[in-house]
């Protein structure tokens, strides 16, 4: 009998860490990159809730990630949600430490990027 090998299921920070780098990487695309394009609903809502926390501190980041979700939406109108369905449904857990986390991501990255 041929055995199953069993994968772990990704623990919550190892989610937030997916979806961070997510964020970044549609906030900051790289010069030589195509357009970022979501993949399903979830990372179209979870990039917009991301533009819309992180709107006053990153205006520039949050315009790029709102428009990665928005051309997601202008395709599936039906599937984007409201923050409050995103956060019911586990996408992201709390909207202070997604604003706290991705600000100091998008921080972070702006220094990697002038070194």
């Not at 399903?40 to 980041?61: I, K, T, Y």
């Not at 369905?85 to 100091?104: A, H």
């Amino acid at each position: 009998m041929q055995k199953i090998a069993h994968q772990a299921q990704p623990d919550a920070r190892q989610v937030e860490g997916a979806w961070l780098r997510l964020c970044v990487s549609a906030a900051r695309p790289a010069v030589t990159s195509q357009p970022m394009i979501a993949q399903d609903e979830r990372q179209a809502n979870v990039l917009r809730v991301a533009g819309l926390v992180v709107q006053s501190r990153f205006p520039q980041e949050a315009k790029r990630m709102l428009a990665v979700g928005n051309a997601y939406f202008s395709a599936y109108p039906q599937r984007q949600l409201h923050a409050s369905e995103v956060i019911r449904r586990g996408w992201v857990t709390n909207l202070p430490r997604l604003r706290d986390m991705l600000s100091r991501s998008l921080r972070t990255s702006a220094h990697d990027d002038k070194v």
